[in-house]
């Protein structure tokens, strides 16, 4: 019995292949905000703690998309529900996973960002 079990568990993880890459950035602004602005003004902010967003894009077939994995999706999902203008120290991870690569039945890439939310007090006097 265990040597079916490991042979599925070797089988799956052929069947199942993926890759990351990571990438860290000082801030990273919604797609809302006025960050560049504020930047040049020197305002002051106020840290609102640690965020983390999540977005996907799907393909079936190689060839039928769906969803949005762009950093600027998974930034709007972090900063969601949040009163935050940007995410300092910022990490950008991007997978990409395939199943059953050889036919590119599914295959699908994700973009998660993590960080500190941060809103801005407006501009010093």
């Known amino acids: 019995m265990g040597v079916i079990r490991n042979a599925l568990v070797v089988a799956l993880a052929a069947a199942a292949v993926g890759c990351a890459?990571?990438?860290?950035?000082?801030?990273?602004?919604?797609s809302t905000s006025r960050a560049s602005e504020l930047l040049e003004d020197s305002v002051s902010f106020?840290?609102?703690?640690?965020?983390?967003?999540r977005s996907c894009r799907f393909f079936v077939l190689a060839?039928?998309?769906?969803?949005?994995?762009?950093?600027?999706?998974?930034?709007?999902k972090a900063l969601e529900g949040t009163d935050?203008?940007?995410?300092l120290?910022?990490?950008?991870?991007?997978?990409?996973?395939?199943?059953?690569?050889?036919?590119?039945?599914?295959s699908f890439t994700c973009t998660t960002v993590q960080g500190v939310a941060v809103r801005f007090d407006g501009k010093q006097q």
């Open 46 to 53: 106020r840290e609102l703690g640690a965020v983390s967003g």
């Open 84 to 87: 935050a203008d940007a995410i």
């Open 89 to 106: 120290n910022a990490s950008v991870t991007s997978s990409l996973y395939g199943f059953v690569p050889i036919y590119n039945i599914l």
């Open 21 to 30: 890459s990571t990438s860290n950035h000082a801030i990273l602004a919604a």
């Open 63 to 76: 060839i039928i998309p769906f969803g949005n994995s762009t950093p600027g999706a998974a930034i709007d």
